[in-house]
């Protein structure tokens, strides 16, 4: 197995584990990416939704938030929405085979390294871009791959957007999620984008 069949694998079986309650009010997939201790070497991802309820109860409270802000600002959104329900990557506790699919094909492309090796400043930043690159990238195609292959829809009954963000990355939160997702579901999610609204 590859470690992309793997995230394609456990993404599906997390998608089957959203609570059956909320799934007609489920508005968004969420794909925070993130890395244990802020190392590329260990990427991973925690998938999760939010729901219109959350927003209305956010909405609700004395001094509510904007409501894109409440909507889409991951700085709102509960633990379904930003600790996701599954993990899935390079996190030896919660995802040990995605840890051991991830080590070796990084380091068969030759990216791979430990702390004792005997690497320059630069080299070592070199490989760091180019995994944390590769894993946004694995990212971005996951959740093509929900759309395309209809998992959102067969689990939530509608197309939703998925939105994609990294924390220690905030300003890719518009390009990724731009990348993954069709125009017509990220509308609303992109017209707060300091970029603009660029077409695909």
């Known amino acids: 197995m590859t470690?992309?069949?793997?995230?394609?694998?456990?993404?599906?079986?997390?998608?089957?584990?959203?609570?059956?309650e909320p799934a007609s009010g489920i508005y968004a997939v969420?794909?925070?990416?993130?890395?244990?201790?802020?190392?590329?070497?260990?990427?991973?991802?925690?998938?999760?939704?939010?729901?219109?309820?959350?927003?209305?109860?956010?909405?609700?409270?004395?001094?509510?938030?904007?409501?894109?802000?409440?909507?889409?600002?991951?700085?709102?959104?509960?633990?379904?929405?930003?600790?996701?329900?599954?993990?899935?990557?390079?996190?030896?506790?919660?995802?040990?085979?995605?840890?051991?699919?991830?080590?070796?094909?990084?380091?068969?492309?030759?990216?791979?390294?430990e702390d004792g090796d005997a690497l320059t400043g630069p080299e070592r930043e070199a490989r760091d871009e180019r995994l944390d690159e590769g894993f946004h990238e694995l990212c971005v195609d996951l959740a093509r791959q929900l759309h395309t292959g209809g998992g959102i829809t067969a689990r939530l009954g509608r197309p939703v957007p998925v939105i994609l963000y990294d924390m220690f990355q905030p300003d890719e939160m518009f390009a990724l999620t731009r990348a993954a997702n069709p125009a017509e579901l990220v509308a609303e999610f992109l017209s707060q984008d300091p970029e603009g609204q660029v077409s695909l």
């Open 30 to 113: 969420t794909f925070r990416i993130d890395s244990v201790d802020q190392d590329p070497r260990f990427p991973y991802l925690a998938i999760g939704y939010n729901t219109d309820a959350e927003v209305s109860r956010l909405l609700a409270t004395p001094s509510p938030p904007e409501p894109w802000d409440a909507r889409w600002n991951y700085a709102y959104f509960p633990s379904s929405g930003l600790e996701g329900i599954r993990v899935c990557g390079h996190h030896r506790q919660l995802d040990p085979l995605g840890a051991e699919l991830h080590r070796r094909e990084a380091r068969a492309q030759g990216l791979w390294y």
């Open 3 to 20: 470690f992309r069949e793997h995230m394609t694998q456990r993404a599906v079986r997390a998608l089957a584990e959203f609570r059956e």
